[in-house]
Each structure stands twice: as structure tokens, then as C-alpha cells.
Nanobody, 114 residues
């Protein structure tokens, strides 16, 4: 299983970005796709996850601003990030959970300037 993320960049506070991550390989129909982030000097944290049955989960700090959605045909997950804040600056990683196994994509940098 491989994950390829894209869509990071530099944006001013209040702006928007959309991240994409495509999973390839043998992907069971039942899985959970998600986004995590890691800011400098901090631990990696969960941002949002979406199950193959359509259940989404968000960390409190992004609720109402970020939206996760997925295309089950393309095995792709998206993260629409609106009203970005400087504290959202981090490397964002996509992730897929299959049974008890986790697979990670390369990170994509998101930088929000004040």
C-alpha cells in the first residue's frame, strides 16, 4: 500500500487549502483514511479521519473549519481547510488504517502566515 499526498503550500491566515492523498495497492473495501499533522517540536496529532462507511471524526481545534471527504472508487481522501490559522502550520500526513495495520504517506508542508 502506498499513499501519495499533495496540495500543501503557503497561505495567509484566513485562507484555504485543499490537500489530496491517493492510496494505491491492494486496498480492502473496509478501511479508514485520515490526516495527521506534526508541528515543529510537537508530537504528531490526528486531524481528521473518515471511514469507508462515511463516518468522519475531527480534532476539536479544526471542527467547523476543516472538512474531510473521500472518493472510495479512487481510494482518495481530501482535506478542505478553511479559515486557516498560524497554529495550523505543520507537516500534514495522510494515513490509511486497514484492519490493525497503518500505512503513511509522505508529508506535505502547510504554512499559514499571520
Amino acid at each position: 500500500v502506498q499513499l501519495q499526498a499533495s496540495g500543501g503550500g503557503l497561505v495567509q491566515a484566513g485562507g484555504s487549502l485543499r490537500l489530496s492523498c491517493a492510496a494505491s495497492g491492494i486496498i480492502p473495501r473496509v478501511n479508514t483514511l485520515g490526516w495527521y499533522r506534526q508541528a515543529p517540536g510537537k508530537q504528531r496529532e490526528l486531524v481528521a479521519t473518515a471511514t469507508s462507511s462515511g463516518i468522519a471524526n475531527y480534532v476539536d481545534s479544526v471542527k467547523g473549519r476543516f472538512t474531510i471527504d473521500r472518493d472510495n472508487v479512487k481510494n482518495t481522501v481530501y482535506l478542505q481547510m478553511n479559515s486557516l490559522k498560524p497554529e495550523d502550520t505543520a507537516v500534514y500526513y495522510c494515513n490509511i488504517k486497514i484492519a490493525s495495520s497503518y500505512y503513511w504517506g509522505q508529508g506535505t508542508q502547510v504554512t499559514v502566515s499571520s
